[in-house]
Nanobody
Framework: QVSLVESGGGLVQAGGSLRLSCVVS????????MAWFRQTPGKEREFVAG????????SYADSVNGRFTISRDNAENMLYLEMNNLKTDDTAVYYC?????????????????WGQGTQVTVSS
């Protein structure tokens, strides 16, 4: 049984930092490209960052490029998102997701397994 569980969300002031974690069980993480998405009420999930199965390449949404860093530890079955210089617009529920393959895909429908999400709230 595949399971993705996010943690690390919370309330932070603008300009602050948070580190999100996603623990994956039930699959060999090194076979899967991984990504972080986020969603605010009334909007579709949007791509935030993705990484190839080896972690050798990453891709970011323009809105977070230079502030967020995605990383993974395949040996520990973990995915991370380091978020710095947070802005109020970063407030959302953050989800980790996986799909088998090498490409970093930005479409929600391309991912087959999702976590339950963790809330990130950035106050001004």
């Amino acid at each position: 049984q595949v399971s993705l569980v996010e943690s690390g969300g919370g309330l932070v002031q603008a300009g602050g930092s948070l580190r999100l974690s996603c623990v994956v069980s039930g699959r060999t993480l090194s076979d899967y490209a991984m990504a972080w998405f986020r969603q605010t009420p009334g909007k579709e999930r949007e791509f935030v960052a993705g990484t190839t199965p080896s972690g050798g390449r990453a891709s970011y949404a323009d809105s977070v490029n230079g502030r967020f860093t995605i990383s993974r530890d395949n040996a520990e079955n973990m995915l991370y998102l380091e978020m710095n210089n947070l802005k109020t617009d970063d407030t959302a529920v953050y989800y980790c997701a996986s799909h088998i393959g090498f490409a970093i895909l930005r479409e929600e429908r391309s991912y087959d397994f999702w976590g339950q999400g963790t809330q990130v709230t950035v106050s001004s």
